[in-house]
T-cell receptor, first 112, second 112 residues
Framework: GAGVSQTPSNKVTEKGKYVELRCDPISGHTALYWYRQSLGQGPEFLIYFQGTGAADDSGLPNDRFFAVRPEGSVSTLKIQRTERGDSAVYLC??????????FGEGSRLTVL | DAKTTQPTSMDCAEGRAANLPCNHSTISGNEYVYWYRQIHSQGPQYIIHGLKNNETNEMASLIITEDRKSSTLILPHATLRDTAVYYCIVRAFTSGTYKYIFGTGTRLKVLA
């Protein structure tokens, strides 16, 4: 596809369940970012990948959150033992050179 | 990381210029200023960026003060479709990572 693709667009789960959110970046983009956006707030940085490795995971809130990018393309954000406070829109962005970030439409997670 | 401060909200009449200010008084010499906007339920969209000089593209103009401590995004002829949240971001280079740190943004409402 031409843009960053995120699936699912909406996910409703119960407290305590495990969730995976997928990001398919623009082809050839080596850098990939995950952000979390709560209602009325700006996007909050979670983690940054350069290629396959997590170059900066300082924004992950705790060890329930984990992300992978095994082949340097698609990335999966994994959340264990979900809590109601994890409810947010999770945004993925990619870029090629140090410059413009291209964002996906986000995955809206609701934890009941 | 450099922080940005923006007014919470602004109104602008359709067809008039919208001038959105941003303060980034702690910006470092090699840190760029980026502007994004987010229309309801969509991912952030890139508008423009700059380092020292004023910049213009088909969407907007960016005016950066000589001391680089503040900037203004100008939408020359605002339309109803420009109603969105506008984020001013400083792109920081920290520990080998380019980080794009969002604030809470300015909610611009364009009035008919």
């Amino acid at each position: 596809g031409a843009g960053v693709s995120q699936t699912p667009s909406n996910k409703v789960t119960e407290k305590g369940k495990y969730v995976e959110l997928r990001c398919d970046p623009i082809s050839g983009h080596t850098a990939l970012y995950w952000y979390r956006q709560s209602l009325g707030q700006g996007p909050e940085f979670l983690i940054y990948f350069q290629g396959t490795g997590a170059a900066d995971d300082s924004g992950l809130p705790n060890d329930r959150f984990f992300a992978v990018r095994p082949e340097g393309s698609v990335s999966t954000l994994k959340i264990q033992r979900t809590e109601r406070g994890d409810s947010a829109v999770y945004l993925c962005a990619s870029r090629l050179t140090p410059g413009e970030l291209f964002f996906g439409e986000g995955s809206r997670l609701t934890v009941l | 990381d450099a922080k940005t401060t923006q007014p919470t909200s602004m109104d602008c009449a359709e067809g008039r210029a919208a001038n959105l200010p941003c303060n980034h008084s702690t910006i470092s010499g090699n840190e760029y200023v980026y502007w994004y906007r987010q229309i309801h339920s969509q991912g952030p969209q890139y508008i423009i960026h700059g380092l020292k000089n004023n910049e213009t593209n088909e969407m907007a103009s960016l005016i950066i003060t000589e001391d680089r401590k503040s900037s203004t995004l100008i939408l020359p002829h605002a339309t109803l479709r420009d109603t969105a949240v506008y984020y001013c971001i400083v792109r920081a280079f920290t520990s080998g990572t380019y980080k794009y740190i969002f604030g809470t943004g300015t909610r611009l409402k364009v009035l008919a």
